[in-house]
């Protein structure tokens, strides 16, 4: 069951996150089979749980996970056996603080290298500014609804050149936008 995908443009690698198996798998450019790239099914920095939302960054050279059932959201650089911790808990923990999310379903980045996020249980999505750990909320209000600034169970996060917030909004059966943050 693919949740997420994401592409490398300069070598033409598909990234996919084989969700009920834990991990990400690589197809090369036209191949109708892939290879192992990381995961399964645990906790540590080689494993993965539940992984959803893909995005690819080429100056790291690294995809971005949103590994949904480890509340975080994880760098795995291509190539590397371990991923780095961006946001979120390391040992699996949820919450609604700001450091902390519940079933992260996808993950963007902008051009500054800000990481936003669909924090599906929470009701919201985020932004982590580059390097840091502390969120801010760019759209929702933590509690579940159908008006203008809420959200209920937001599973896509998508972000323009003017950082205007694009969600995925599933319950509501909507994308709601969110002004420049």
Do not use: E
């Not at 069951?1 to 033409?12: E, I, K, L, N, R």
């Not at 995961?39 to 995005?55: A, E, R, S, V």
């Not at 937001?154 to 694009?166: M, R, S």
């Amino acid at each position: 069951m693919p949740y997420g995908v994401a592409y490398d443009p300069s070598t033409g690698k598909v990234f996919i996150a084989d969700t009920y198996n834990d991990r990400i798998m690589i197809y090369p450019s036209g191949a109708s089979t892939g290879t192992f790239g990381i995961g399964g099914t645990g906790l540590g920095t080689t494993q993965l749980n539940f992984p959803t939302g893909l995005y690819f960054d080429s100056i790291t050279n690294s995809v971005y996970i949103a590994n949904t059932n480890g509340n975080n959201i994880v760098r795995w650089p291509v190539g590397a056996t371990n991923w780095i911790l961006i946001a979120g808990s390391s040992s699996g923990a949820s919450g609604s603080s700001l450091t902390l999310m519940n079933y992260p379903r996808d993950v963007t980045l902008d051009y500054m290298n800000n990481v936003y996020v669909a924090d599906c249980n929470n009701n919201r999505a985020l932004v982590f500014r580059a390097g840091q750990t502390t969120g801010y909320v760019v759209g929702g209000t933590g509690t579940p609804g159908s008006g203008a600034t809420q959200l209920n169970g937001p599973i896509g996060v998508a972000v323009d050149t003017d950082f205007n917030v694009y969600v995925a909004d599933f319950s509501n059966d909507r994308v709601q936008r969110f002004d420049h943050y």
